[in-house]
Each structure stands twice: as structure tokens, then as C-alpha cells.
């Protein structure tokens, strides 16, 4: 859990998971975000998810023609 006082990057985060899992489980990318979209019932909402994402791939190729 985040503390405020460490922050960890996708390297770090990759480096430690290459040792821990195998290679062809390992994330093709990592995206931080302060909070997690939920329902109503408080379960993830993983349509709420894919939105954010898709609007994320977006707004980056967009950056990358500037």
C-alpha cells in the first residue's frame, strides 16, 4: 500500500516481478492511478476501467504527434 513516502516506479515494479513470476505473465505495461472506479456495490468496475484506458491510448498518441 502506497504510504506517501515511497514511490516506485514501473521499472522497479517490473524488475522485482521478473524474478517473482514468469516472463510470459509479466505486464505489457503498468498504469498508476490514485483510485480505482467502483459500482454502486462497491465491487471494481471494470467497464468504468476499459473507458479510462481507451481515453489514456488516446490522449497519448495525440502527445506524440505534438
Known amino acids: 500500500m502506497p504510504d506517501g ?3 516506485l516506479t514501473s521499472e522497479e515494479i517490473l524488475d ?3 524474478v517473482k ?3 510470459f505473465k ?3 505495461r503498468i ?3 490514485r483510485a480505482l472506479p467502483r459500482t454502486h456495490n462497491g ?3 471494470k467497464q468504468q476501467l476499459k ?3 481507451a481515453e489514456s491510448i488516446i490522449t497519448l498518441s495525440t502527445e ?3
Open 5 to 7: 513516502q515511497h514511490h
Open 16 to 18: 522485482w516481478l521478473k
Open 21 to 23: 513470476i514468469a516472463r
Open 26 to 28: 509479466l505486464p505489457a
Open 31 to 33: 498504469i498508476f492511478t
Open 43 to 45: 465491487k471494481v468496475s
Open 51 to 53: 473507458t479510462r484506458l
Open 64 to 66: 506524440d504527434k505534438k
